[in-house]
């Protein structure tokens, strides 16, 4: 005699059943470090972000708009084009949160000396007033982590991050 044999829908798939803990399988695996790695770089970057991100709802912003200030604030005069380039969004990503700063009067936006077709970016004094609140709350999230981690730690993160962000961006520097 044979056992019954299980419908497809009985059995339970991987995604289907909750987990009560961390998956100790992928935890004690060689890969398992690299796991724990992502998942702390994700909930990490939700940390560094949390501070600004409580300043940007109340004035219905989001994280692009965040990206627009801090890029523009350390790029003044900086082409439309090469804010699309640097922040690598399409230019229709970009329309509304960049139409947001201006109209609100947080960027101001002129044409290029040397060619009109060409509209460069500068924060206004209300805008660098913002971008330096959102970017102090990101300096203090990191300040407390890296005094929590030890003194070699920053260096050490840093050096991590650059070798990250060589694989998207080889010519990259601060």
Known sequence: MTAPK???SSRKSPSSQKSAGPRRDVLDAP??????????????YRAGVAGPKRVLDKLGFGRPHHRILYVVARQPGIAIASLI??????RQALHRPLGDLVKQGYVAQKAAPTNRRLA????????????????ELQYQAFAMAFAAAGP????????????????VRPAFTV
Not at 85 to 90: A, F, H, K
């Open 6 to 8: 299980k419908s497809p």
């Open 31 to 44: 890969r398992g470090s690299v796991d724990e790695t992502i998942s702390l770089f994700y909930l990490g």
């Open 152 to 167: 070699e730690a920053e260096q050490q993160w840093k050096a991590v991050m650059r070798a990250l962000a060589h694989q």
């Open 120 to 135: 460069m970016l500068t924060l206004t004094p209300r805008g660098a007033a913002l971008e330096a609140r959102l970017t």
């Open 85 to 90: 380039d640097v922040l690598e969004v399409s």
